[in-house]
Every structure is written in C-alpha cells, then in structure tokens.
C-alpha cells in the first residue's frame, strides 16, 4: 500500500476499541509504529485487510525501501511471503485484492535480506494464516510481528550503509549525507548502490519523492509551496520527479485521491498511547459494514 492513503487530519487519542472497530470493517488499510527497540531500522507496519474497495485502481510507486510481506488471497490456499527490494519503477497492478496483507517496511539503513523460507518467515506466515482465518484483533497481527522482527534482528547481517545512521537529507543532497553519516562521497557511492541496487542521487530522489507523496495526498498546499519545501527547484522539477518514479503528475495524482471515497485519518504520535497505530483509511461506503 502507498503513502496515496495518507490525510492530514489527526487526533491524538485512539483506543483499544477504536482499533477493534477499524478491524470489524470489511475494508481497510493502517500503519503502525515499530516497538522502540526496533525504531532505528523498521519504518512501520502496515495492515491491509480489503475487499476490492481500497484497491480497485492500484499503482506501485518506486521505493527507497526493503518491504517483507505476508500475502493471504481469499481464494488463495496458504499464503505467500514476499521480500522486496527498493524499486526503481512504477507500476499498475492488476486485479484488485481481496484478502488481507501484512508487511513490514524497513528502514533504508537495514542491511537485512532475509530468504522467504527462513524459518522465523515461515512460523509467522504460518501464525499470520491461523489469525486470519480466525479473525485476527491489530494486537495478534502486531505480537506475531514483533516477535518475528526480534528474531531476524538476532540474525548476523552485513555492515549497513552508513553504520545505522538516518539516511536522509532534507533537500536531497549527496555531498550533505555523506557529511552526515561521516562517510567520503566515494565510500557513500559505493555501499548505497550495493544496498539498493542505484546511485546515492537517484537514492535521494526516490526518498524526497516518498516526503511529495505524503504532501500532495495531504492537499494542504498548492504545488509550489511543497516543491520550495522539499527542495526542489521549482514546480515544474517537482513534477517531472513526480512522474518519473509514480507514472502520473502530482495534479492528477492529487486529484484521484480527494474523490470522496474513503475516510483516512492521520494519527500524532504520542508517547503516553498505549497503541501504536500512525494512520488508518477505511471505504467511506463500508463504514458500517463487518467483515
């Protein structure tokens, strides 16, 4: 699922039941925080339960990040686990999902590539399989996570990019990261594109588009004010950008997700909650519905 769902509506407040009713609906997709042992390399995990609602006009975008997901077709047997490497290209996807998936979205300094028949994988797909057949609570589906999550961390992995250290700039700047991780723009150059298969410049890029993404679907401001934040020379670059790593321009993109079609609400992060959940969009037509 993309960063497509994001809305700038927030509330600091979310309960346990709260979270029990989201799981009820019959469609819907949320993002939850990793555990705070595991917050330097997990960029969140996300929950897509979906009837073909959410994901009936379906695009993948190009990623700066590792995905490892649990995938569990209605009129599939088992379920299929897939790790993705960070993607160059845009896509659209076929026939819209029905079922639900589970996956993780590591962090670009992760340095992990674990195989789809590791045995800490297959344990999960196996529990993720009987808790969706069951009716699964965001808690099951987070505790099966966690304790999957902590055993591939236990696993020996190659040295990282940049030693742990946030690759991220504000403005996309090669010279400004290799400063920041303490790293020569050669050594940078090198371990970026053997971790993610492209130059630290495109790198950066596909991390700046990944920050557009979340503030066009916002809609707070108008195109060039977002272009100015996010560094880019002007609109017109935001767009060509845009394009290249989504396949659609920021308008149009825009345009397709503020059609009244679904409820999205953004959550602040708050240290005191005791859920982790970040943001959660569900159909507005199934707002009543059980799955």
Same mark, same amino acid.
């Given at each position: ?37 595991? !917050? ?29 997901? $649990?995938?569990?077709? %209605? ?7 897939? $790790? ?7 896509? /659209? ?45 965001? $808690?099951?589906?987070?505790?099966? +996570? ?7 961390? /236990?696993?020996? =992995? ?10 991220? *700039? ?15 723009? =050669? ?6 594109? *053997?971790? *993610? ?5 495109? $790198?950066?890029? +596909?991390?700046?588009?990944? &920050? ?5 679907? !916002? ?5 060039? @004010?977002? !272009? ?15 394009r290249r790593h989504a396949g659609v321009t920021p308008g149009a993109f825009r345009q397709?997700?503020?059609?009244? &079609?679904?409820? @999205? ?5 708050? !240290? ?7 943001? @959660?969009?569900?159909?507005? %037509?199934? *707002?009543? %519905?059980?799955?």
């Amino acid at each position: 699922m993309s960063a497509k769902d994001l809305h700038p509506r927030a509330r600091t407040a979310w309960s346990a039941e709260d979270n029990e009713q989201v799981f009820a609906l019959a469609s819907f997709y949320a993002e939850f925080a990793p555990r705070d042992d595991q !917050a330097d390399c997990v960029d969140s995990i996300y929950i897509l339960k979906d009837r073909g609602r959410l994901t009936e006009s379906r695009m993948s975008f190009a990623s700066p990040l590792k995905e490892l997901t $649990f995938v569990f077709r %209605e009129d599939g047997p088992g379920g299929r686990v897939v $790790f993705s490497e960070p993607s160059l290209d845009h896509r /659209r996807k076929g026939r819209a999902f029905v079922g639900w998936i589970v996956g993780v979205k590591f962090k670009p300094n992760w340095s992990g590539s674990p195989s789809v028949d590791d045995p800490a994988i297959v344990a999960c797909r196996d529990a993720l399989a009987r808790l969706v057949r069951e009716g699964p609570s965001c $808690f099951d589906i987070l505790d099966t +996570m966690d304790r999957t999550l902590l055993a591939l961390s /236990r696993q020996p =992995r190659h040295g990282s990019i940049a030693g742990g250290a946030p690759l991220d *700039t504000p403005h996309g700047r090669v010279r400004d990261l290799a400063h920041r991780v303490g790293r020569s723009v =050669r050594t940078l150059q090198r371990r970026v594109r *053997t971790s *993610t298969g492209c130059p630290p410049k495109r $790198f950066l890029a +596909m991390q700046r588009f990944r &920050r557009s993404v979340y503030e066009i679907a !916002a809609g707070g401001d108008d195109l060039s @004010a977002i !272009a100015s934040d996010l560094g880019f020379s002007d609109q017109a670059h935001l767009t060509r950008e845009f394009r290249r790593h989504a396949g659609v321009t920021p308008g149009a993109f825009r345009q397709a997700w503020c059609r009244p &079609r679904a409820q @999205a609400v953004r959550f602040l992060q708050d !240290a005191g909650r005791s859920t982790r959940l970040m943001m @959660a969009v569900w159909p507005l %037509e199934t *707002t009543t %519905e059980a799955g």
